[in-house]
């Protein structure tokens, strides 16, 4: 099983700067890599897939990172509705089997 | 663009078995271009891959519920299902159905909270 880690688990960051979260994987997933953002109560959106292919209607100052073990996604200059969490997502063995990881949350500083 | 909609019960007892079903809308079920999956949130906690099928029918759990999980398709009324054995409150959670053309999962269905309690 492929284990996914994110860091940090919590991101301080004031409006406008720019935010840098990590994700790493137990063995190498190629470009098979999905970044989803979640505010509270709502279903995750699919931010990024490829590693670095935005999703459609995702705003240009997303952008993902990273191929193999490492991976980061970057959002330029935060915007008030990017408060949120976000996980990372393998699929390189897909089918059969995806894996989350644990999840950054990125707080207003 | 598709919708996706769970339904089912928001209570189950201990030991019994957790029935969902999603309604899938603005496409066909049987296209050859999605899988369909389902995803759980437990409160306050992050994301759980449960199984994922195709519409021919082929099905691919998590190893950590595949003996308890069972999916499947009913095309005729553009639906997926997911049955959870033996729960436990170690089950409570949100559970999500979701598509996905093989590079992520990119239509999600807003998610219904099933709670395990007698």
């Known amino acids: 099983e492929i284990v996914m880690t994110q860091s940090p688990a919590t991101l301080s960051v004031s409006p406008g700067e720019r935010a840098t979260l990590s994700c790493r994987a137990s063995?190498?997933?190629?470009?098979?890599l999905a970044w989803y953002q979640q505010k509270p109560g709502q279903a995750p959106r699919l931010l990024i897939y490829?590693?670095?292919t935005r999703a459609t209607g995702i705003p240009a100052r997303f952008s993902g990172s990273g191929s193999g073990t490492e991976f980061t996604l970057t959002i330029s200059s935060l915007q008030s509705e990017d408060f949120a969490v976000y996980y990372c997502?393998?699929?390189?063995?897909?089918?059969?089997?995806?894996?989350f990881g644990g999840g950054t949350k990125v707080e207003i500083k | 663009q598709l919708q996706l909609q769970e339904s089912g019960p928001g209570l189950v007892k201990p030991s019994e078995t957790l029935s969902l079903t999603c309604t899938v809308s603005?496409?066909?079920?049987?296209?050859?271009?999605?899988?369909w999956g389902w995803i759980r949130q437990p409160p306050g906690k992050g994301l759980e891959w449960i199984g994922s099928?195709?519409?021919?029918?082929?099905?691919y759990y998590n190893p950590s519920l595949k003996s308890r999980v069972t999916i499947s398709v009913d095309t005729s009324k553009n639906q997926f299902s997911l049955k959870l054995s033996s729960v436990t409150a170690a089950d409570t959670a949100v559970y999500y159905c979701?598509?996905?053309?093989?590079?992520?999962?990119?239509?999600w269905g807003q998610g219904t909270l099933v709670t395990v309690s007698s």
């Open positions: 979701a598509s996905s053309t093989g590079e992520g999962l990119d239509y």
């Open positions: 603005g496409g066909s079920i049987s296209s050859s271009s999605y899988y």
């Open positions: 099928i195709y519409y021919s029918g082929s099905t």
């Open positions: 063995q190498s997933v190629s470009s098979n």
């Open positions: 490829g590693a670095s």
């Open positions: 997502q393998q699929y390189n063995n897909w089918p059969p089997l995806l894996t």
